[in-house]
């Protein structure tokens, strides 16, 4: 039921449900909450090695892949979510640690 509401005292707070119904969600949502795990690590850093433009990509193609495979869409989705994964792994290199 979204939009329920709970509270107690005269605070309320909305509490909404999210489905995952499909695969596409659940591999899309795991990609970029890698991707946010990614960016908030190496914004941290002292001299970052990428830039914030650089993540745009691989998050608007996660939300399009997911469309895509909502849609029925299958081999859409499954090759977009490819070069997404493949993007990450070439340009943001999140297995190179300089040290």
């Not at 509490?15 to 991707?35: C, N, P, Q, S, W």
């Not at 970052?48 to 608007?60: E, G, L, W």
């Amino acid at each position: 039921m979204p939009g329920r509401f709970e509270g107690s005292g005269g605070d309320l707070h909305a509490v909404e449900r999210v489905d995952v119904k499909t695969i596409y969600d659940l591999v899309t949502m795991v990609i970029f909450a890698g991707l946010v795990v990614l960016f908030l690590q190496r914004s941290t850093a002292a001299e970052p090695r990428d830039h914030m433009y650089q993540y745009a990509p691989p998050a608007i193609g996660c939300a399009v892949a997911n469309y895509m495979g909502n849609q029925g869409q299958d081999w859409v989705a499954v090759v977009i979510i490819v070069a997404v994964v493949g993007y990450i792994l070439y340009v943001l290199k999140p297995f190179n640690q300089a040290l």
